[in-house]
């Protein structure tokens, strides 16, 4: 069954870092890029960045630029999205989506879950 | 870096059609034929319906129908139905491998 599973919830505290997982299966997971879409409540989805399945490269939204983290790891087909200085306006349900093909251009077929992470003192 | 303008709200009834834009610049919407339209049932994952400005993925009803002109991009829902009520996003690639989106549409079938 092609799936993207992510991990579960998260409560950090203001200040702490946070690193949601997104498991792939049922496709080859290296020949699509992935990108990773965040919706705080009642708000809309707002796009952070993007990591080949290959390869070391990222590209993140420049809002995110110096906090936010994207890693892979092919052996377990699982991509990583680390957030650190938490602050309350990260309080948010975070995506990963699998763009259609190999290009970064391409739309995103496939959605996890979400994992939904709160910050609150 | 600013979200594609899209309404906030828009209505119909049953069987009538619907338009959604999405303004950007000549920067995303415009430069690039790489606009892509989600729908978003209330708790659930955003599910892609149109790519490449026109394209629908399988499975996906042709009620729906996008184009793009200029700066603006337009998702057309035709013979509204009741299961249609949901957020819209609309989203473009917009240079060095990066990707905007729209504000959302909320659209109320009556």
């Known amino acids: 069954q092609v799936q993207l599973v992510q991990s579960g919830a998260e409560v950090k505290k203001p200040g702490a870092s946070v690193k949601v997982s997104c498991k792939a299966s049922g496709y080859t997971f290296t020949s699509h890029y992935m990108h990773w879409v965040r919706q705080a409540p009642g708000q809309g989805l707002e796009w952070m960045g993007i990591i080949r399945p290959i390869g070391v490269s990222t590209t993140y939204a420049q809002k995110f630029q110096g906090r936010v983290t994207m890693t892979r790891d092919t052996s377990t087909s699982t991509v990583y999205m680390e957030l650190s200085s938490l602050r309350s306006e990260d309080t948010a349900v975070y995506y990963c989506?699998?763009?259609?093909?190999?290009?970064?251009?391409?739309?995103?077929?496939?959605w996890g879950q979400g994992t939904l992470v709160t910050v609150s003192s | 870096q600013s979200a594609l303008t899209q309404p906030a709200s828009v209505s119909g009834s049953p069987g009538q059609s619907i338009t959604i834009s999405c303004t950007g610049t000549?920067?995303?919407?415009?430069?690039?034929?790489?606009v892509s339209w989600y729908q978003q049932h209330p708790g659930k994952a955003p599910k892609l319906m149109i790519y490449e400005v026109t394209n629908r993925p399988s499975g996906v009803s042709n009620r729906f129908s996008g184009s793009k002109s200029g700066n603006t991009a337009s998702l057309t829902i035709s013979g509204l139905q009741a299961e249609d009520e949901a957020d819209y996003y609309c989203?473009?690639?917009?240079?060095?491998?990066?990707?905007?989106f729209g504000g959302g549409t909320k659209l109320t079938v009556l």
């Open positions: 989203t473009s690639y917009r240079s060095s491998s990066t990707q905007v």
């Open positions: 000549s920067s995303d919407v415009g430069g690039y034929n790489y």
């Open positions: 989506a699998r763009a259609r093909g190999t290009y970064s251009t391409d739309a995103f077929d496939l």
